[in-house]
């Protein structure tokens, strides 16, 4: 079956720094993925979009990247700042384009 | 500004009560999802619907079921209430979808609502 993977253990960073947050996906081929940041008793809010002919994409201090190979998503924070601490959520899409979901890596960036 | 509103923020219900969950969104968006969240898990799908009375059932539909009756609003009933449906519930609405293809566009983002934390006692 589809299996999404993201690091369970929080993710601690210090502030300035890049942050990169990892999603591996198996059992398929997703045609484009997606990260959420979702706050504490909060609902997931968009960030970026990837499809799976880019391998980069950029928003301003956001970057991700799509290896179709690897079947592995990166989600880099960079000049990081503690308002950047919260859960990021990856969720690739299914073969009906539908989303499937991480269990989300929670970052926290310390002053 | 993209509004999705859910009706209560926290509930506490007994079991084998009948639980209503609504949720409305101002998007004039097609397709509209009830999620729950546990922590260590990742969202999971328990009904969608892409159309006015229409449903699906997703990854976990058991002891729910839905009702949409206007475009804008999609309700999540519990029939009987079991402590195992405490958790998180997410709602979720996304845009148009490609007529004549897959139910869901390439590019729909979702957009959810604050959630609802329900407690079964």
């Known amino acids: 079956s589809q299996k999404i993977e993201q690091n369970s253990e929080a993710l601690n960073i210090q502030e300035g720094k890049t942050a990169t947050l990892t999603c591996n996906y198996t059992?398929?081929?997703?045609?484009?993925l997606q990260w959420y940041r979702q706050d504490p008793g909060r609902g997931p809010v968009f960030l970026l979009l990837?499809?799976?002919n880019e391998k980069e994409k950029r928003k301003e201090r956001l970057k991700v990247t799509f290896d179709t190979t690897l079947k592995q998503s990166l989600f880099h924070i960079t000049a990081s700042q503690p308002a950047d601490s919260a859960t990021y959520l990856c969720?690739?899409?299914?073969?009906?384009?539908?989303?499937?979901w991480g269990a989300g890596t929670k970052l926290i960036i310390k002053p | 500004d993209v509004k999705v509103t859910q009706s209560s923020r926290y509930l506490v219900k007994r079991t084998g009560e009948k639980v209503f969950l609504e949720c409305v969104q101002d998007?004039?968006?097609?397709?509209m999802f009830w999620y729950r969240q546990d922590p260590g898990l990742g969202l999971r799908l328990i009904y969608f619907?892409?159309?006015?009375?229409?449903?699906e059932k997703g990854d976990i539909p058991e002891g729910y079921s839905v009702s949409r009756e206007k475009k804008e609003r999609f309700s999540l009933i519990l029939e009987s209430a079991s402590t195992n449906q405490t958790s998180m519930y997410l709602c979720?609405?996304?845009?148009?979808?490609?007529?004549?293809?897959?139910?869901?566009?390439?590019?729909?983002?979702?957009?959810f609502g604050p959630g609802t934390r329900l407690t079964v006692l």
């Open positions: 979720a609405s996304s845009g148009k979808r490609d007529r004549g293809l897959a139910v869901f566009s390439r590019t729909d983002t979702q957009y």
């Open positions: 990837i499809r799976e």
């Open positions: 969720a690739p899409s299914d073969s009906n384009y539908q989303l499937i």
């Open positions: 998007m004039d968006h097609e397709n």
């Open positions: 059992n398929y081929s997703p045609a484009y």
């Open positions: 619907s892409y159309d006015v009375k229409m449903k």
